[in-house]
């Protein structure tokens, strides 16, 4: 398997304009995860999916912010309009619910800048 | 709110000495504990975790952690560190179905 999948690695905007980050889980998992990583709040869990459905989205920050899981194997989290303090590292993750490890596969990360 | 708290923000060693890495969660019910990594420019891997039973946990690369449920505490130990193991070290509990994570030790070893 490829892993978690994450595009772009990086992605360099101005202020303003609508970002899109895209993720595709490992296959056969149904728990999919947002997080952002800066250094000021360390990792943060923004949203996360269960079966393509939005179970806590207590971690997004603002109305800017959505996520969406339109199939089982994409995600999206959009921002728009962005801001220079979303520039932060987003991490995609995803689990099965059947694995009894609970353990979370993280995916590359997406590294935006927003100028 | 549960909470993770890591006690050091940035930890500096000499190849060959032993690392402790301290971790405390605020939760007190039963709880499942992680010790993920992430190695410069990389993701977050998972090194070791614990569910239940001995709590004395092994994980990759020699790395090893105590659960001491008294002291809410669940700290990451290695014997003798190497170069390579220079890295960012995140604590995690999961409670219900939410993974919440410290805010990380950079571990800086020196060769």
């Known amino acids: 398997d490829a892993g978690v999948i994450q595009s772009p690695r990086h992605e360099v905007t101005e202020m303003g304009q609508e970002v899109t980050l895209r993720c595709k889980p490992i296959?056969?998992?149904?728990?999919l995860f947002w997080y952002r990583q800066t250094m000021m709040r360390g990792l943060e869990l923004l949203i996360y999916?269960?079966?393509?459905?939005?179970?806590?989205d207590s971690g997004m920050p603002e109305d800017r912010f959505s996520a969406k899981m339109p199939n089982a194997s994409f995600s999206t989290l959009k921002i728009q309009p962005s801001e220079p303090r979303d520039s932060a590292v987003y991490f995609c993750?995803?689990?099965?619910?059947?694995?009894?490890?609970?353990?979370?596969?993280f995916g590359p990360g997406t590294r935006l800048t927003v100028t | 709110a549960q909470s993770v708290s890591q006690h050091n923000h940035h930890v500096i060693l000499s190849e060959a000495a032993s690392l402790e890495l301290g971790c405390n969660y605020s939760?007190?019910?039963?709880?499942?504990l992680f010790w993920y990594v992430q190695y410069p420019g990389q993701h977050l891997q998972l090194l070791l975790k614990?569910?239940?039973?001995?709590?004395l946990v092994k994980g990759i690369k020699g790395f090893e952690a105590e659960f001491i449920k008294s002291k809410f505490s669940f700290n990451l130990r290695k014997p003798s560190v190497q170069w390579s193991d220079t890295a960012e070290y995140f604590c995690?509990?999961?409670?219900?179905?939410?993974?919440?994570f410290g805010p990380g030790t950079r571990l800086s070893v020196l060769p």
């Open positions: 993750a995803s689990r099965s619910g059947l694995a009894a490890s609970y353990e979370q596969y």
């Open positions: 296959s056969g998992h149904d728990y």
């Open positions: 999916f269960n079966n393509n459905v939005p179970i806590d």
């Open positions: 939760y007190g019910g039963t709880v499942n």
């Open positions: 614990y569910f239940s039973g001995d709590p």
């Open positions: 995690a509990v999961l409670y219900g179905q939410n993974f919440v």
